[in-house]
């Protein structure tokens, strides 16, 4: 806590003084007080004495905050408070605001039954408040005797309508008039050109510490380094937003991080430019008229360069490239993490830090691989501050403990609730011996798209695609989207999230199909369907023949072949708690025979290629009902045409 009675008021309100004296234009017109105080280099007034305050605290009922008391002593008022308050009170103006403003009635006006302690403060304070206050650009100073610390300190709130945000809250006047020293810094630092250069011992002493917590960054050193920069910012000093915006970044903050002063530089454009437009491309909505808001100054090459940036964000064919050993490691890291393995990709990453090549003096980390529609999703809040830890760019520090993985490199995870609890179904085939690019040849039918691999995107993106020019629907066919890539040492694997409802009596399983000259596994899941039979369907194929399968489904199990004791239906149904439980023994134990594990973070939240399987139903026998929905545009829309058969499938 700050002991404000100790505060040296008279140096620090000296320094003040000088500085806006000589950041004063010789052109500029001023009033006779102004021009005064520039020649005095005194922005206040003589003291208060004992006296003086005493009989201002009489009239006004209440004894003053120490903080304001001590200013008082030094002088009584002050000139330019920051940039909006051209007069601060002295013992003469202060009084009882006493909602002179009416503002009370427009903030309760807001409030509801839910309004906390701190938003009915911000009401009241309208009625109880001290008017500090005497000339301002519409901006009210109050303290507020409502809100009093153990030190009798009263916090103050300052509020602009013009600013478009809550009232301001200080914690007490000597943290009020440090914060306004800072505004009168930040916008001196800002001045237009021809005005004098904003330089002085303070500026110095700031502009070496953003110099030192740059390096500090760069050895790893980074919450020291940021706070240090946070502070340096508040003073408008250069560099400062930029190099902490690098770091919060990669913290996953985004609100309010644009790299001022950097992305616009062309040897750091082609980092920081990829997260500004990443981040307009996820919050836009197709609006692109605020995309340059953040590239002010920019040369037309520049707005160019963003633009074309943001079309590759948007189609998924944005590729982020370094130069050196670490270029190399992203080039691994992609690779892995396009087939599912995103702990190795972000270990490759790590492993190659040490020797990442910053593009300039103020590129304190890698940045442009956040855009990447691969490894994007690889950084967590974790494995930010991890990155930010490890010593780089040529500085020598302690490296950090590795932060664990996010796979827990079993099946059991697909068991476990998922946010919102939507996953009550899913289905998997597992193919030993092969790539995962070879899955179509397995499991589509042979030409067509759905033999050929997409672009890695999200289960999302890669259903809303497939939807999006399929033009017929049948209550037959049970085509999957299933995403691909690798499911341990020599296996990969084909994952759909979302199928379609189970049919025993028409379900064929791709086993065989699969397992041609090698082995499969087909899993389906649905022992925690809601509104449907629970289920569980295994069967297992080796060299294009089924070797045994079982399907277990409204309490009972149907079985066929020489099933290992392992995976043998009869030690999981019957006897365990609920479905849950069935199935996380289940999922352990298919991990165990078969030594598989799925990437749950690639397939929650990476990216992955998908393709679509042929139908895992039969046709329709002769006698058995379906149904098929076409449709077709008719003038430039959508029209629906539904056609039911009853004698197989010719009659679709």
Known sequence: MTDTTAFDWRSFLLRWSGEWADSLPDSETRSEDDEAARRARWLGFPPASEERIAAMEERLGRRMPPSYREFLKVSDGWRHAGGFVWLLAGTEDARWHDNESGLADIFEEYLDEDAGPEERREADVWRRGLQLDVESDITHVLMDPGDVDEDGEWAVYTWASWRAAPPERHANFLEFMRDMYREFHSLRAHRSDGEPVFVNDTTRKLDALVEEARLEALRGDWERALKTLDEAKGYGRPRAAGLGDQIRRLLGQTYMVYFDDLVTDPRYAPELLPPLVAEHAAHSHRDDSTLTFPLRGADGDLVSLAYATLEQVRNGTYRYTAAGPFGEAVERARELARWGDTDGAWRTLMNALPRWEPLGPDHLAPLGWVADPLLGPLLTPERGRELLSTPRGGQRGEAPRPTAGLDPGNLAWLAEPDPGNNRTSYRFVLVEGVEPEELPGRLADGGGDG????????????????????????????????????????????????????????????????????????????????????????????????????????????????????LDPSRFFGHLADGAEAERSLLEAVAGEFGVHLPRHAIVRGRLHTFTTRSWTRPPRNGETYAVIRLRRVAGNLTDNEQAGDDGPGNG
């Open 451 to 566: 033999a050929v691999l997409s672009e890695p995107m999200t289960f999302w993106e890669a259903r809303h695609r497939s939807l999006r020019n399929r033009r017929e629907f049948s209550s037959y066919d049970d085509k999957a989207l299933m995403a691909v890539g690798r499911a341990g040492t020599r296996w990969s694997f084909a994952f759909d999230g979302n199928p379609a409802p189970f049919n025993r009596q028409r379900f064929v399983s791709p086993a065989a199909a699969a397992g041609a000259g090698t082995r499969a596994v087909v899993v389906w899941s649905g022992l925690r369907a809601r509104h449907e039979e629970q289920f569980f369907h295994l069967s297992v194929a080796q060299d294009g023949d089924e070797q045994y399968a079982f399907t277990y489904a409204d309490g009972e199990v149907r079985r066929s072949g020489e099933i290992p004791r392992a």
